[in-house]
């Protein structure tokens, strides 16, 4: 279903795959690379709790990688565990900082993502050394971050937590993301959702730091 909507006035961002490029795949290919080559392992339950508790903060970073480190038999340095972690980041386009700073002059813009420790520290290094950004509260009206709050998407308390916080309105908010569960949850709680299959489509959805006029959204239903 499609459907056009003239009234927003926020718009929420995830982060990675819609600001950040990201391939998960080079993990693998890292891990590979180190001797790992048990590939179903990290689909286990046992290895997605541990990347769940990580993710919303539950295990520090020093816990994490030994813990994950003896689930998949890896005996690599921190460094070089990091290396492997933070492989799937690729970029941050400057067309997409441009875009955020331009969409603040029209509407309240937020970033919302589901993010840890390891992650964030590069995300941050980059944001500072390339674009001079020391945070991303300084791009964005406000950032909210899975491990800080000790939340994640799809829960419906993560949302609700970042609406509440800023007193916004579910139908004159735009949530962009690029997982289905995620979109479906905001839509469940009458959220405005994008659907991006690419972050190269999210600069196309506007134009001169506005929604491009006539818009239609792409809705995915459960």
């Known amino acids: 279903m499609k459907k056009n909507f003239p ?4 718009i929420i961002f995830d982060l990675g795959g819609v600001i950040i490029d990201i391939d998960q795949n080079q993990i693998v290919n890292h891990l590979k690379d180190n001797g790992f080559n048990n590939i179903k392992l990290l689909n286990s339950d046992e290895v997605k709790r541990t990347l769940s508790q990580f993710e919303r903060g539950i295990l520090s970073a020093e816990s ?3 813990r994950l480190c003896s689930q998949l038999n890896l005996d690599v340095t921190a460094e070089e565990f990091d290396d492997i972690w933070n492989s799937m ?3 941050i386009p400057q067309r997409r900082i441009d875009l955020v700073k331009k969409l603040r002059g029209n509407y309240h813009v937020f970033l919302m993502s589901n993010s840890n420790e390891i992650h964030y520290d590069l995300f941050i290094r980059d ?5 001079g950004y020391k945070e991303f509260d300084s791009l964005f009206d406000k950032s909210f971050f899975s491990f800080d709050l000790h939340l994640s998407k799809p829960d419906p308390d993560f949302f609700i937590y970042v609406l509440d916080r800023y007193n916004m309105k579910p139908e004159e908010t735009l949530f962009i993301d690029d997982t289905p ?3 479906i949850a905001a839509q469940k709680l009458g959220i405005v959702t994008y659907h991006s299959l690419t972050g190269a489509r999210v600069v196309d959805l506007f134009e001169n730091g506005l929604l491009k006029e ?3 959204f ?3 239903h459960k």
């Open 7 to 10: 009234n927003i006035k926020n």
């Open 64 to 66: 994490f990688r030994k």
């Open 89 to 91: 980041i690729l970029d």
């Open 127 to 131: 944001l500072q050394l390339r674009f």
């Open 181 to 183: 569960e995620n979109i």
């Open 214 to 216: 006539d818009l239609e």
């Open 218 to 220: 792409d809705v995915i």
